[in-house]
Nanobody
Framework: QVLLVESGGGLVQAGGSLRLSCAASGRTISSYAMGWFRQAPGKEREFVAAISRNGISTYYGDSVKGRFTISRDNAKNTVSLQMNSLKPEDTAVYYC??????????????????????WGQGTQVTVSS
């Protein structure tokens, strides 16, 4: 089992930036595809970004493309989400996720919550207008 703990959330003005971090413990994340999802009050959970085990492939939700960047450091067992040009509609709880699913299964389902079997507790991001 891998334990995921997010940090870096907070309050920021529109147009600003935040960097979320996800620290993993218990197992190395090198065997996990990693991702970020978010959920705003009254809304469904939304895919934000994902990254393959080796970090070569990245995936983004349409609403964050060009503004957010996901990265990972397998040696440090961490995953990060750099969020730039933040908008009020980015306000949500952000969750770090990990998937142990086989590469052949996960590769085409990186934007699907069901692909991921490990979830952090979430960190709140609030963007003021």
């Amino acid at each position: 089992q891998v334990l995921l703990v997010e940090s870096g959330g907070g309050l920021v003005q529109a147009g600003g930036s935040l960097r979320l971090s996800c620290a993993a413990s218990g197992r190395t994340i090198s065997s996990y595809a990693m991702g970020w999802f978010r959920q705003a009050p009254g809304k469904e959970r939304e895919f934000v970004a994902a990254i393959s085990r080796n970090g070569i492939s990245t995936y983004y939700g349409d609403s964050v493309k060009g503004r957010f960047t996901i990265s990972r450091d397998n040696a440090k067992n961490t995953v990060s989400l750099q969020m730039n040009s933040l908008k009020p509609e980015d306000t949500a709880v952000y969750y770090c996720t990990g998937s142990s699913a086989p590469v052949t299964y996960a590769a085409s389902r990186m934007n699907t919550a069901g692909t991921y079997d490990h979830w952090g507790q979430g960190t709140q991001v609030t963007v003021s207008s």
